[in-house]
């Protein structure tokens, strides 16, 4: 394991989904942020079908700073239930790992 994690989180528009990266990055919580939009989302919620535009997130950061960004995605989040999703990195590009690593306090 690299000790690196990616965290999903969906977000309504692009200027939320920048507002939380920025927190995020100058909160050295997160390394990096990127922003993917045209995301289409269809689910249903308190038994009505949604359909809806949003932002995907997706945030590298060390694996034991994950509780860390979950509570302040949180925090920041207009969604009552906000998407926060951890996968944990099994290998990657070691120059780059060692970056993520070495930005997130």
Known sequence: ???VCVVLVT???MEKGAEIARTLIDESLIACANLIPGIRSIYRWK???CDEAEVLLVMKTRGERFAAVEARV???HV???PEILRMDVAAGHQP???WVLGSVR
Do not use: F, I
Request: hydrophobic share 35%; glycine share 12%.
């Open 1 to 3: 394991m690299s000790g």
């Open 11 to 13: 977000a309504p528009s």
């Open 47 to 49: 038994g009505e079908l």
């Open 74 to 76: 949180r925090s920041l």
């Open 79 to 81: 969604y009552e239930v």
């Open 96 to 98: 780059y790992l060692d």
